[in-house]
């Protein structure tokens, strides 16, 4: 099998470099190219299967060099990995085509994870990630808000509200499908319901949901 190609796109020459030694200690990954602004990474692009994006570069921003490079003939999947966590920046990437969201202190085996799990269509957020992005969006998780929550989530069954819960806790597909005892495939299907249901368009809209609600344990 041929292994994942991945270009790096961050325009910190240390940041490339630490990345590129992840990735390349894992046999399934090649690193292809590097960029350091957001033309190089449009440029680039067509040469790889995924694309590890940091919002803030130089020149283009990182959310309009993700949505030429998704909406591009070759698409390779984006994966977000920056430092912004803000609720603009996290719902601009997600629209731009942005299949995973990572922050720069998410561990090396979830930089991985997501790379594989982008490269095979699924969305990844890492657990720590989730968290953290979580802690940033809880600026208007008032009374009101939870309310507002409560309330769109009860659109839910009792069984996707358990693989929302999943979602929130930063669960992979198979991660969720193994605590439910369910296929992955069933777990795709819950998701596309969930997220028509609740009309957001990512696992981050989920998670931000599900937290606002209170169903997160502290």
């Given at each position: 099998?041929?292994?994942?190609?991945?270009?790096?796109?961050?325009?910190?020459?240390?940041?490339?470099?630490?990345?590129?030694?992840?990735?390349?200690?894992?046999?399934?990954?090649?690193?292809?190219?590097?960029?350091?602004?957001?033309?190089?990474?449009?440029?680039?692009?067509?040469?790889a299967d995924v694309v590890l994006m940091d919002l803030r570069i130089p020149g283009m921003s990182g959310v309009e060099a993700t949505s030429r490079i998704t909406h591009s003939p070759s698409s390779p999947k984006v994966v977000v990995l920056t430092t912004v966590t803000t609720d603009?920046?996290?719902?601009?990437?997600?629209?731009?085509?942005?299949?995973?969201?990572?922050?720069?202190?998410?561990?090396?085996?979830?930089?991985?994870?997501?790379?594989?799990?982008?490269?095979?269509?699924?969305?990844?957020?890492?657990?720590?990630?989730?968290?953290?992005?979580?802690?940033?969006?809880?600026?208007?998780?008032?009374?009101?808000?939870?309310?507002?929550?409560?309330?769109?989530?009860?659109?839910?069954?009792?069984?996707?509200?358990?693989?929302?819960?999943?979602?929130?806790?930063?669960?992979?597909?198979?991660?969720?499908?193994?605590?439910?005892?369910?296929?992955?495939?069933?777990?795709?299907?819950?998701?596309?319901?969930?997220?028509?249901?609740?009309?957001?368009?990512?696992?981050?809209?989920?998670?931000?949901?599900?937290?606002?609600?209170?169903?997160?344990?502290?």
């Amino acid at each position: 099998m041929l292994p994942v190609r991945v270009l790096l796109v961050d325009d910190d020459t240390l940041v490339r470099r630490a990345v590129r030694q992840i990735l390349e200690a894992a046999d399934d990954l090649e690193v292809v190219g590097e960029a350091s602004d957001g033309d190089g990474a449009v440029r680039q692009a067509p040469q790889a299967d995924v694309v590890l994006m940091d919002l803030r570069i130089p020149g283009m921003s990182g959310v309009e060099a993700t949505s030429r490079i998704t909406h591009s003939p070759s698409s390779p999947k984006v994966v977000v990995l920056t430092t912004v966590t803000t609720d603009a920046a996290i719902t601009d990437a997600i629209h731009a085509g942005a299949l995973g969201f990572l922050l720069k202190t998410s561990s090396p085996e979830d930089i991985v994870s997501a790379v594989r799990a982008a490269h095979t269509g699924d969305a990844f957020m890492s657990p720590t990630s989730t968290r953290q992005l979580l802690e940033q969006l809880r600026s208007d998780t008032g009374r009101r808000g939870h309310r507002a929550a409560r309330k769109t989530l009860s659109a839910l069954t009792d069984r996707e509200r358990e693989v929302a819960i999943a979602v929130a806790e930063g669960l992979t597909n198979d991660a969720i499908a193994a605590r439910l005892n369910i296929s992955a495939s069933t777990v795709k299907a819950h998701l596309s319901t969930i997220q028509t249901k609740l009309n957001v368009d990512s696992r981050v809209r989920i998670a931000v949901l599900v937290e606002r609600a209170g169903y997160l344990a502290a």
